[in-house]
């Protein structure tokens, strides 16, 4: 069932939602060359519970992490570890913060050091994906809406766009209904109502678009092992056009 928030609900979840940007923006300057995953994932909590929150991810479904972290081939559920990022890695950073009793979930992917000219490519088309596809998140389009432009993005610059994962409702849970896929038809799926708050999410491959397990049995990776990258914001649909919750 989809759920409605009040404007009171939505500030609380903007409020969650400002932690959670602060954080990813500090992991983004710490994801050097040289630190750890597990030193990634350790920070993100400290940062999290600084400022009054608590990791959203970490006990849900049994994930024992704060931090999703995921390197190269692997989409989105990586597990923190003691790989050390190197030079011409990129990785997604993948967090999620409960406060006040709602939830909020964003994600980046981030070059390591100087990556090649594709990885960059890439991560580029991945953000503009996302962006774009926030661009239709308002009342009176539909979900078909924001799949399909996410979709033609994707296949317009050669990438692959993951299927079988996608992005979600969101509130008191981590997920909620409705589902959002990254690709679909235009007016297709549930239509966009005042109140709904949704996690878009584009997970684009540089090949097949097909997935496996990753080797931390947890984890998605690209079933031909090739480079993957993931954004994502949380979003309210508003009279006045698609709020972004997770920015500072």
Known sequence: MITIK???EIQIIAEGGKILAKTVKELEKLAKPGITTLE???????L?????AKPAFKGYEGFPFSLCASVNNV???GYPSKYVLKEGDIIGLDLGVAYKGYCTDMSVTV???SVSFEAKRLINVTKKSLRLG?????IGNTIGDIGNTIERCAKD????????????GIGKEVHEDPLIPNYGKRGGGAELKEGMVICIEPMLTMGDWRIKKAEDGYGFATKDDSLSAHFEHTIAITKKGPRILTEI
């Open 48 to 52: 999290i519970s600084s400022m009054g």
């Open 75 to 77: 989409i989105v559920h």
């Open 111 to 113: 070059p390591i050091g």
């Open 157 to 168: 610059q050669g990438f692959g766009i993951v299927k079988d994962l996608t992005g979600h």
């Open 40 to 46: 990634l994932d350790r920070a993100a909590e400290a």
């Open 6 to 8: 009040t404007p009171e």
């Open 134 to 138: 926030i661009k239709k998140a308002k």
